[in-house]
């Protein structure tokens, strides 16, 4: 239960960092609002042309007497556009981040050399048009995960009583493991950490990833607070990311330091006392 608190207390610290440096936090905001309006677009298509949709998929349905077919063609239309909105959750970070690779890579270095004890920042090494590559490969594979998830928890919601109250419960945990990976992706891909390593990393240590990536899932399904959450849950990621990795930064350092020289003292006392 302490990683679930220390998770959701990283994301709370991104967004006082860039809360901190107004000029990361406007150009994190770019990537964030073209996503945005792409999304939209196609979520209002969704509502407008879903019934439609499920209409066409039903075919079975159209002798059904009164009220039956409407209420299970409603169903489903509900069900299909909750779908979609999990999924746009999900992916919405994914098509963002690759979007705003560099506004990212840019904002996620700041934060390390801001944080780390002598001032640097781990680089990748690699040039810009091969990490675009393994992060467009990556996410997809993570949004074929997603998919896969989305795609059970959508079959579970048929389920009379649990598939209304404990399946979405799941679905938001899955998603916010989902967006915890794709966020910390940021930092650990310029460590070389590839998908399978990070996975593993975010596995030993589920609790800290969905209390960073639950509440943030949650924010998310209001697409506007999305844009001005994500330049800070890219920072918020970049300091669990050190955590996770075990890496020092200047502030645990500097307690570590304090601890060191409390000890010293309290050894001085005890031995003038003695």
């Known amino acids: 239960m302490r990683d679930l608190g220390a998770g959701f207390h990283y994301l709370i610290q991104g967004q006082r960092w860039v809360a901190r440096h107004g000029k990361q936090y406007g150009f994190g905001l770019l990537p964030g609002l073209i996503t945005l309006v792409l999304y939209a677009a196609a979520l209002i298509?969704?509502?407008?042309?879903?019934?439609?949709?499920?209409?066409?998929?039903?075919?079975?349905?159209?002798?059904?007497?009164?009220?039956?077919?409407?209420?299970?063609?409603?169903?489903?239309?509900?069900?299909?556009?909750?779908?979609?909105?999990l999924l746009a959750?999900?992916?919405?970070?994914?098509?963002?981040?690759?979007?705003?690779?560099?506004?990212?890579?840019?904002?996620?270095?700041?934060?390390?050399r801001d944080v780390s004890p002598d001032g640097t920042a781990p680089e990748s090494g690699l040039p810009l048009w091969r990490e675009l590559w393994i992060s467009a490969r990556d996410s997809l594979r993570i949004v074929v995960r997603a998919l896969v998830w989305g795609i059970l928890l959508f079959a579970l919601g048929f389920v009379p009583v649990a598939g209304q109250t404990v399946v979405p419960v799941i679905g938001f945990f899955v998603t916010g493991f989902f967006l915890t990976e794709e966020l910390t992706a940021v930092a650990l891909q310029r460590r070389r950490v590839d998908l399978r390593a990070?996975?593993?990393?975010?596995?030993?240590?589920?609790?800290?990833?969905?209390?960073?990536?639950?509440?943030?899932?949650?924010?998310?399904?209001?697409?506007?607070?999305?844009?001005?959450?994500?330049p800070g849950a890219v920072a918020g990621a970049t300091l669990m990311a050190r955590d996770l990795l075990g890496e020092e930064t200047a502030a645990s350092r500097a307690d570590q330091e304090d601890q060191e020289d409390r000890g010293d003292q309290e050894d001085r006392e005890m031995g003038a006392t003695a």
């Open 89 to 112: 959750v999900v992916t919405f970070t994914a098509v963002t981040l690759l979007v705003g690779q560099p506004f990212y890579e840019s904002l996620s270095e700041r934060v390390d």
């Open 45 to 85: 298509a969704l509502a407008l042309y879903g019934e439609d949709f499920v209409t066409w998929a039903t075919p079975f349905a159209d002798h059904w007497t009164s009220p039956w077919a409407g209420l299970f063609r409603g169903f489903l239309t509900a069900v299909l556009f909750a779908l979609a909105l």
């Open 198 to 230: 990070r996975l593993t990393l975010l596995r030993s240590r589920k609790m800290l990833a969905w209390g960073f990536g639950t509440p943030l899932g949650l924010a998310f399904l209001v697409p506007v607070v999305a844009v001005f959450l994500m």
